[in-house]
């Protein structure tokens, strides 16, 4: 399990160095190392990253006392996963924030999870008020075994949540008005006060411009304009050479032009790895036959997926066999990719992805719905310190 932690450290060291060279005003400070939580018979990676998080909480506290010393702390903002430090925020009477990387409707989820637990099994339909009426695999790989000990962590987290001074999330208000809503007019806390959201999305880590363009680049360049299907599955998305296979196959009988970000659980898992070996992952002659076509390069993704296709309709639904580690067979993918580039029902995906896009630049420009978000969190930060 403690390759869970090289991945994910891997991905977060990358990106605060490129703060750091940014000239941003932000400053990090390295907490002491601790021992990572002794690994347990089917234990997940939730569970293991909510322990090795918690082992962290003194060593905050610590951090918290250091700059309180010299400087007023306007408030702490923590990731969802790190919720369990809002018991430091509350010791020293500073607004604790709970910042949602995801979206408004696992904010919903989360906060009615308690509510959920009390009244109704997941093995049926799952209604909250941010999804009604959802199949039960669509939840969160946590809310498959209420047994597990990850459940029982992050059902305890939800309660927890429900403490936060308000919740920064990674949405806007055009993409997600239906959960908004639910989360505003106190639906999905039934039982208890609901704290302000702030919807702050797209938030989007831009790089700096290269001179030179990537290969990837220069061959998309070459391509004609929306002919591309881009598959990437995050920075510890990986797959097992079965699916791997699924998905090309289905690529390749698509007939369509292809950039695929391809990872394997050696190269996720591993502190020092080598370089994919195309021509051992994928199959036989597949690199020679789809050469002028395509270029190969992973929670709660299940939920995101009806969320995109169901309440929002940009996307287009894959049949997902999760008893077989969330597999899609070659000719589901191979169906799916035909009708979202060549089908009646893709055009008008496509249609509805690019009104989000726009709505989504809007949203973060002067005067867009996410800036005037952004802007307000600011100033009830700075209000709360001239209450101090």
Known sequence: MQHHFHAWAGASTSYVNSIISSGLDIHFEDLPKVEPPPYKENMKGDTFMCLLIEAHKAHVRDAVTRHLATSTVAALVFDFMCASMLDVAKEFNVPGYIYIPSNASFLGLMLYLPTLHAKEDVNNVVDIPVLRSAPPSSMPEFMMDQNNEAYTILLNYSHKMREATG???NTFVELEKKALKALETGQCLPDHPMAAVFSVGPLVAVGKESLEKHECIRWLDAQPAKSV??????????????????????LERSGQRFLWAL???????????????????LPEGFLERTRERGLPLYAEQHMNALMVVREIGVALE???????????????????????????????????????????????????SSCAALEFFVHQCMEGISLI
Request: aromatic share 6%; glycine share 10%.
């Open 167 to 169: 919740f920064i999330v």
């Open 229 to 250: 299907v881009f598959l990437c599955f995050g920075s510890v998305g990986c797959f097992s050479k079965e699916v791997v296979k699924e998905m090309a196959l289905g």
């Open 263 to 281: 990872r394997t659980p050696s190269q996720v898992f591993q502190v020092n790895h080598k370089e994919v070996d195309l021509d051992e992952e």
């Open 318 to 368: 894959l049949k997902v066999d999760r008893k077989k580690g969330g597999l899609v067979r070659s000719e589901e993918l191979e169906n799916v990719v035909r009708c979202l580039m060549e089908g009646e029902e893709g055009r008008k995906v496509r249609e509805r992805a690019e009104e989000m896009k726009v709505d989504g630049r809007m949203a973060m420009e002067e005067g867009g």
